[in-house]
């Protein structure tokens, strides 16, 4: 079901995707830009446990370390290659995004829940669903911990 909201959190999700790789090829880190994509507290949800964070210096602080990570084992892009953005009401939003990671030799596709809040026109991430991201990178070989 279309929303009056889908263009907006298209862009969302571009915007999303363009500070990753950005961050990815080089460019300097849009630390705010991440900063202001999640609400003051949020919630991942993945096979290693429930994680609550919160967007605060602790937060901040870890964004380009993220970013160092992901360069460290050889990504060369994210991108967010489709996403089924399902309303929960006027103002909550289930998004699935299915991604798809580039390596030097391989590619990797995942899916991701995103659960959005709209709040004075803008979309704030407060949690998100993952599978067990560590377990795939040890499977294919990009880390040995």
Excluded: C
Excluded at 63 to 89: A, H, N, R, V, W
Excluded at 118 to 127: G, M, N, Q, T, Y
């Amino acid at each position: 079901m279309k929303t009056n909201h889908d263009a907006a959190i298209n862009k969302f999700f571009e915007d999303y995707d363009a500070r990753f790789n950005d961050a990815l090829s080089g460019k300097p880190v849009d630390i705010d830009g991440t900063l202001n994509s999640f609400a003051e507290s949020f919630i991942e949800a993945s096979p290693v446990g429930i994680i609550v964070g919160n967007n605060d210096a602790q937060f901040r602080k870890a964004i380009p370390q993220g970013y160092e990570f992901y360069k460290s084992i050889g990504t060369k892009s994210m991108k967010i290659i489709s996403k089924q953005i399902i309303p929960l009401d006027e103002l909550h939003f289930l998004v699935k995004t299915h991604w798809l990671a580039k390596y030097e030799t391989q590619e990797i596709a995942f899916d991701i829940f995103y659960f959005l809040q709209k709040r004075e026109e803008e979309f704030k991430i407060f949690a998100y669903v993952t599978g067990d991201e560590k377990k795939v990178l040890k499977e294919r070989g990009l880390i040995k911990e």
